[in-house]
């Protein structure tokens, strides 16, 4: 069964006349989302307000191999996140934490260009703002994932396979490592201390006895796009080539801004700046919100959901 | 290999399926819509992505044109959370170069290239979860992928693996039982001829019993090409109602 807003195909129709989705409603259907607001005169071309994003669908639980993987599809963009959770030795100057390892693989599915090498730059940069927005101590709980200090932590490595390429990598990317994070399952260990003093993991039996992470505090970036004398949410690739100048927002649930960051060849205005920055947050707060919904939606569904991945 | 019955004395292997018995194959073609073509497929637990580009112009230098001819140019990548292990580069270690090169060597067997002469074809296969028969897996997922393309074709080029236990030829070997060290084949046929796009066989294998071997994979490679003409079969119909024909 498809979704209601599977219109993936570009580009859709200004249909917010008779007919079309009634404005004010956050469309929740099964997987997918829909962050709507009364639209003013300005639309774009395919008939979106300025803060409006496109019709995202979220699936968790895609690749069975990993601890936690998520995929994601908003608009033309396609994003594949696999969490596997290893076992290594805390970091010298934090010895009672574990930690993420992040790594993005712009696949040449995406585009020609990045085949080979051609997709290291993209995903090196892509690679170190994510390290940069979960660069602080409230967006995962580093403690947790700690099993017996200075020896043995929980390492989570996160990958990112970016599939198609379809505008606003940033905000995709984000919200399926949220989602992918949610999904990470870690087996539940045991430090038994023998006699001698040394120590063994043991695991549990039971498969399905695992930890669940929380990512209430985990940010999300929204990337705003300076076009012309306006800023939009989500642009597409032709409104990116139209841009000079962005601003990548790493905003959490709670409205707290984690990362700021401009890119683009062009400049902004301090004033864009803090407006851009109050529609960040404004915005960051209601995806949050409905990403959360749709997660905890999923996940009520049990392990006996249809799954449907890259078949539906 | 100890404990590890791959065929049971009841004719069984360790998931359940019979000596020639394929896994459960589901495909969809046309997923992404920016490539040329695109395809899906999953076999048993692998699950493989190929994306088509092309025909278009050279990239890079014009001195690699071939002046009668279209050049077919494959790459094999494995996303890093597709094996048990987690792998630290995609591609561009040997294992994916060698398989780009087997890639291409059975599409340029496969692909009418005269009809395009001085272009080039991208074929980018993507492996999601690897749990046995990868290279059978991209090769059916690219075959699709091209014909979702639209790019002309002698045939299918469908392709299986298999192997051989306790006098036995199996079929579609899954990751246990390819780990489990016995011989491996992996073919590429096309099935209207007959006709064998690649033949690899790895580890040691006694001549009389390659004949049975090569049997069952070609079997069960036809047998592929019975699932994945359906699919395309079904995709055609589905995309002439949404024209409205």
Redesign the interface.
Known sequence: MRPACAA???PVQASLGPGGEHPFKTVCVLGSFRVYKVPSSDLRVDGRGCDDYRCVEVETD?????SG?ARVKLG?T?I?V???A?MGTPKLEKPNEGYLEF?V?C???AA?EF???GGDDLGTEIANTLYRIFNNKSSIDLKSLCISPREHCWVL?V?V?L????GNLFDAISIAVKAALFNTRIPRVRVLEDEEGSKDIELSDDPYDCVQLSVENVPCIVTLCKIGYRHVVDATLQEEACSLASLLVSVTSKGVVTCVRKVGKGSLDPESIFEMLETGKRVGKVLHASLQSILHKEESLGPKRQKV???G | MAGLELLSDQGYRVDGRRAGELRKIQARMGVFAQADGSAYIEQGNTKALAVVYGPHEIRGSRARALPDRALVNCQYSSATFSTGERKRRPHGDRKSCEMGLHLRQTFEAAILTQLHPRSQIDIYVQVLQADGGTYAACVNAATLAVLDAGIPMRDFVCACSAGFVDGTALADLSHVEEAAGGPQLALALLPASGQIALLEMDARLHEDHLEQVLEAAARASRDVHTVLDRVVRQHVQEASVLLGD
């Open positions: 993936l195909k570009p895609v690749v069975s191999n990993t993987s033309h396609d594949l696999g969490v596997k290893e790594f693989d696949s040449a599915s020609p085949e080979g090498r490595y990958d396979l599939l198609e390429c379809g991945g890259f078949l």
